[in-house]
């Protein structure tokens, strides 16, 4: 009752802290005379540059443009004031249409500038913003002023920073670009003049990039990335889009056909083929989800890759990968002007998240975290300066990790450290990174164990988990999951990992965890179910095949010689990979949390008290 | 006396050992061509001296592939149609009466006296055995030719239309049957566990994929309790059938069964009367091998250093998991097998 006071009462806080808000906004006169001023000559000099921009546009309508630009968030307040008064002023001045579509075209890299630009600006606290936004003001003013010059070549211009984005040599992909956009050669000549500023800024860019792509944690994953950069911009070339486009158009059903390939990405392609797992067939993720798009944050780009490539996997290094994505985004993030910080971050990570789970649907832990996030913005303090805030946040983050998923671990070690004797043979499915630490906590309390590792086709991470075992010296016996009965007489416990804990006490896990677990119930061994209570979800679930996911089918083509190997031209031929399954509580013995050791059906009780762990 | 195999025998042996005969169908057959060579061409006087030979080359038959328990099966059928023969002959001879001595009647077994049924002396020489042997080894013979067919013909009786399947692995009894079902039955889902780490299931996809009106999902095995709960009919084939209607089944059996008695899904397993085998073995170590596991893992990689890996072949499935039997002579519950096999085979030839 008395926590249940508490949140009551920060909820009321919350709320008065709202409405307080709104007041001070009025006191922002100054400022927004400044930034009129700004506006005012920048419409000037655009009107002068606005006769010349007569070429054909990209294939962009009005519509769908300042609605994807106001719903980003990214992209500051100011920008988008001149926009939209850029819009009123040409449709009652010249009214011709083309013009306004050019307007935004322009207008529309330069969110890339900035946000790129952002990590570069150390002095970029809210503290001295009034400053610091006259000094970004004055940089785009310098920029777009180049711009004009060149207006001419707008829409080449504006691929090539697109591409600059994705690869290093934006010079070279400069050729290929003009030959596709041919219906605007007059352009091509104009263009010489320019790539002397323009690869400067960009090499700048790709510095900016380089030295915050080494600060990142995972550095290995970076490789990937790049590969799947370089996919995408071959995926660029060949369908001769340029991204702002397949970002604003609705008309991009021709290129998901080919992405596949290209990103070596997992969408089935058999649509509608099984019709019992229709509901689970993913959108396609083709190249443009990939290409950097102005509103995400490379941090955020990068980890949706790596997310859909499935090199960052398993649920608890998934949650810590969102977390410090997420604080590099916090880090970076520049308030709009008369915005608050908190609601501004939060729709922008609202984005963010967005974007991830197109990439792949986010695991549970992560959209907990993402929870809590949100529910940290919505107390946040309206009084203090925006970088107490960030620290408060990224303070908020770092706790989360630590007590969410490393002290729990912990916890649950100590627990299980109980539990585990001399003469024990563990049992368990998969990689699961939590009950690698409860080995290692064992084995270092000299406890005399083994371990056996079932795993199955056609992931095999329990190859890892055997090698991490290895690495402690931890005796091992390893077989395929149909031979679990084989060796399931030996076991005296079963350990599994747990993706997910439903509310109606099932636990959602690895594809194969349930089989285990049956198998186990069969043999009367005991089922120790690890879970961190960070895991837990409110959702209910009574089968594997409601809310799943679908992994790569060709993953199960074993080699060139396979059966399977051209299962794409059989039509009634299809193989499922599917991700997870569901285990019933009754085949589980316990559930080990950091709170305690609990019956399946506890999980209810915990989602109750849960709000008040930890931090 | 020491047991010398025939060369036909060794060269049989061979031709499993290294692969060049598969299955429980082809081994049966080509048995079964070994002791009718017996029967025709070898030397033997009596019928006690005939059972004498083919106890001997079975016992080397099954000391040379244990796992292969079809071969000791078609010896037992050949020894109980010796004595049958025998026994007929004989009781021409004496004039009796009654004959029908196939099957025991409950009326035997109560009025019988023991002495007479079981004294009979096999080593009386004979006339016209070898005719009558050949005879009715040709009755075993079609029977063992039409066996499968035999049993494609019940899927009508088990499988209505639009009706979810699941099976484990490739066995030939399974592929038939399926067929036969496709063709009868429109809108069949079947999904087919793949079973690691041979992957025979993708061999039994991509043949019935050339059915039409089907669709089939190939799936790993860890999803099989996943998908079971969608699934009408599990229909597995064994490798043989035990003495207590458990199965001697390919690896993953064992979790096939459990999932569907988990979702009370009807288990219907194929089994053609040579594979049944009058043994008891309820436990592992009692039959099962251990095959490469350079399948499992691969030999050279890092993980696999200094880890024990398992590749067992087979899987132990207990009576109660099973829901039918489906052989060439109908179906049978669990519960009935003990009574094929003391229809099928002598009570004295069960040990060898």
Redesign the interface.
Known sequence: MGCCHQSCFWYQVSRRLRIKVKSPSSQDEKTREEIIAAREAKKISKLGKKQKSTLAAPSTEPGPAPASLTGTTIITEVEQTTITTKLTRTTTTSGCKKNVVEKQGAVAPTPIATVKSLPGIPGDESGVSEKSRDQIKAEREAKKAAKQAAKANKSTEKITQQLGEVTLDGANSVPGKATVKATSLATAPTEQKKPVTKAERRAVQEAQRAAKAQAQVQGKSSQSQGISLNASKSKLNTTSTPPRETELSPSKASSPSKSPQAIGNNTPKSEGRVKLFNHLLTADKDASLFINDAQVHPSIARLGVQYAQRTVVGSNARCIAFLHALRQVVNDFETPAKKEFGRSLDAAVKHHVDHLHKCRPLAVSVFNAYKQFKNQLTQLPTDKPETELKELLGHFIDTYIENQIGKAAQAISSFLQEKITDGDVLLTFGCSSLIHFICEEAKRRLVNFRVIVIDSRPNCEGQEMLRRLHVHGIPCSYVLINAVGYVMPEATKVLLGAHALLANGYVMARTGTAQVALVAHAHNVPVLVCCETHKFSERFQTDAIVYNELSDPNQLVRNEKCCLNNWQTNSRLTPLNLNYDITPPELVSAVVTEVAILPCTSVPVILRIKPDIGY | MKEQPLKEVTQLIHAIKVGMVEGSYSITNKTLDIFKYIIMSKSWENADALMQIVRAQCRILQAALPQETVTANIARRILKLIREEFDLLHAKVQHFADDSQASLSLHKLVTQTSETNICVDYSLPQKGLREALLDHLQEVETELETSSENVCVQAEEHIHSSEIILTLGHSRSVENFLKRAIKKRQFL?IIVA????A?RG??L??SL?N??K??????????????M??VNKVIIGTHSVLANGGLRAA??A??VG??AK?YSVPVIVLAPMYKLSPLHLCE?DAF?MVGCAED??DYD????????????MF??VPPELVTLFISNNGGHAPSYVYRLLTELYHPEDLEI
């Open positions: 889902t793949e079973c690691a780490p992957c993708h061999n996809a991509a994929a059915e039409k089907v669709e089939l999902i190939v799936i790993p095995d860890a999803a099989i309790f996943a998908m709960s969608r690896c993953g064992y979790t459990l999932a988990h592992q099962n499992v893992i990689s890092l993980a696999a250093r200094e880890a024990k890996v398992y590749s067992p899987d132990y």
